[in-house]
């Protein structure tokens, strides 16, 4: 690490945040944070215990009352605030994502103000929570239709986005009034807890929102949920564990937000602009080195544009510089641990097995850290393994195909329903595939749908609820309706 870098990790704190101060983890417990692109040791963090979690949720359900009470604007502000110290530590916050997530700077930056720009949302949305005033069909009684604050929530993040998917969850619980103990990856909590001093920096009252990191994810969340007294789980992260806490939420019949995971297809229509759609296909995938939920997992290329749309997007992928994500002009960052290595080099082995031909890429290169090359597979078998889950690295798979009904079918043959990406300049083809695609959202001729105005979110196996634009503050909110006899 160098000088900058090394400060940059120590400003940040590395303990629990619970009721307003930072505490170490009740037996002293720790544990390592690496740094992707040299597997080397960061820091460590607290390691919660079960005990810790639940000095976090009591904090949260103690401060409930009075954060709901707080007027609309004050909390508005508070995000406002955090909106805006956010810009000012741009610089060192993605320093800090880059270290312990891998991310080239350019796109921690780009995260950063994503991410920001929840809290801009919700501080509009604090403000405009509103309710109904109705006469009864029969005429006599009245409906009074309130909103209120669902109440304490669980929320749990992933590392791939280790700070937009906190916001994306703090946003709205702050703007509704809701008060939370959020839980980060363990491969990245870095992020979270510095937001953890910003929030605090900017008024959050004590016990409002509280963090925990720990390494038994489990164990220190699974008592929380069952607890019965969280009245929402917010959850972002694999269909495997998501379903798992869906379960543990029945018990007591938790509120759940569930986003997921997705095995995104991409169409390409022989009438589409090519150079569009490789622009497309290239965002699509190798945002965050294919390390997202929405990445285009399965690129489906009319027959008669195939070896031609394949040659334009390998040139430009193995183009791309792959390094650390702290150097200059490095496109590709290392995917985030061994275990993902691996998982990435197996699906394409496993694909070239079966037929698959290598554009570009293909193969790891030797250590120190988790790199893997773009690469583009043409003529993919659809019984290859990566067409059946999330590959979650930077490889694009593409198979051809000769019919619109071939395409949509093909790209629905999955559990998943997050999103779809579709290129083609035939306006009614556009519209007729758009609605026939079994997923929560839809790109048209854009490689790229996540924006904090708008409902992010999947349908199938890929969640429940959605997170950002006008809805997204629903989910964090209850509906009372009071009848009025008059
Ligand atoms: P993951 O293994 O499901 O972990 C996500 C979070 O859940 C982490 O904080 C993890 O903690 C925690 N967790 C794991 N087991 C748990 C348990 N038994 N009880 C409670 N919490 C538990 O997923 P990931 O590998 O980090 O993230 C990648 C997945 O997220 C992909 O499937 C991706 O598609 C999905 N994702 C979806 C969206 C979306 O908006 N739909 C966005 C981003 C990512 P530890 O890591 O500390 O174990």
Redesign the pocket.
């Known amino acids: 690490m160098t000088e900058h870098e090394n400060r940059v990790v120590s400003g940040v704190q590395k303990r629990l945040f619970i009721d307003g101060k930072w505490v170490d983890a009740t037996d002293g417990a720790t544990f390592d944070v690496l740094d992707p692109a040299t597997g080397e040791v960061l820091c460590a963090v607290a390691d919660a215990s079960p005990q810790d979690g639940r000095a976090a949720l009591d904090a949260a359900v103690a401060a409930q009352p009075e954060f709901a009470a707080l007027p609309p604007r004050e909390r508005a502000d508070m995000l406002t605030g955090a909106f805006e110290l956010l810009h000012e530590r741009i610089d060192d916050l993605a320093l800090l994502m880059t270290l312990e997530m891998g991310k080239p700077l350019a796109e921690a930056r780009g995260e950063i103000t994503y991410a920001a720009e929840f809290f801009r949302h919700f501080a509009a949305e604090a403000v405009r929570i509103d309710g109904g005033y109705q006469t009864a069909p029969a005429g006599g009684s009245r409906f009074l239709i309130a909103r209120q604050p669902v109440g304490p929530c669980l929320l749990?993040?992933?590392?791939?986005?280790p700070m937009a998917?906190g916001t994306?969850k703090l946003g709205p619980a702050i703007a509704a009034g809701c008060t939370s103990v959020i839980?980060?990856?363990?491969?990245?909590?870095l992020s979270m807890l510095a937001l953890m001093d910003i929030l605090s920096e900017v008024g959050v009252p004590a016990g409002a929102v509280n963090c925990v990191?720990?390494?038994?994810?489990?164990?220190?969340?699974?008592p929380l949920?069952r607890s019965g007294l969280a009245r929402k789980l917010s959850?972002?992260?694999?269909?495997?564990?998501?379903r798992?806490?869906l379960e543990?939420c029945a018990e007591k019949i938790l509120r759940t937000s569930?986003?997921?995971?997705?095995n995104a297809p991409l169409i390409v229509f022989e009438d589409a602009d090519l150079d569009e759609a490789v622009e497309g296909a290239i965002l699509a995938k190798m945002r965050n080195m294919g390390?997202?939920?929405?990445?285009a997992n399965r690129l489906f290329v009319h027959s008669s544009v195939i070896d031609e749309f394949g040659r334009r997007l390998a040139e430009r992928m193995a183009e791309m510089p792959v390094g650390r994500g702290t150097e200059d002009g490095v496109r590709v960052g290392p995917l985030?641990d061994e275990a993902?290595l691996q998982k990435v080099t197996s699906l394409v082995d496993d694909a070239v097995k079966r037929g698959a031909t290598v554009l570009t890429g293909g193969s790891a290169p030797s250590g120190p850290g988790f790199f893997y090359p773009p690469t583009v597979l043409s003529g993919v078998p659809r019984d290859a393994e990566m067409v059946g889950q999330?590959i979650?690295g930077p490889v694009a798979p593409l198979t051809p195909f000769d019919t619109e009904e071939e395409a949509v079918a093909a790209a629905n043959d999955t559990e998943y329903g997050?999103v779809s990406y579709v290129f083609t300049n035939d306006l009614r083809r556009a519209l007729r595939v758009a609605e026939a695609l079994e997923t929560g959202m839809v790109g048209l001729n854009q490689g790229i749908v996540s924006n904090p105005a708008a409902p992010?979110?999947?349908i199938k196996e890929?969640?429940l609820g959605r997170?950002g634009g006008a809805v997204g503050i629903d989910e964090f909110l209850e509906t009372k309706y009071v009848g009025i006899k008059m």
């Open positions: 749990i993040t992933p590392w791939n986005f998917m994306r839980k980060p990856a363990h491969q990245t909590p990191t720990a390494m038994d994810a489990g164990g220190v969340m699974e949920i959850f972002t992260g694999s269909t495997k564990v998501g798992m806490l543990q569930l986003e997921l995971g997705g390390e997202a939920c929405t990445a985030i993902a999330e979650f997050l992010f979110g999947g890929s969640g997170e």
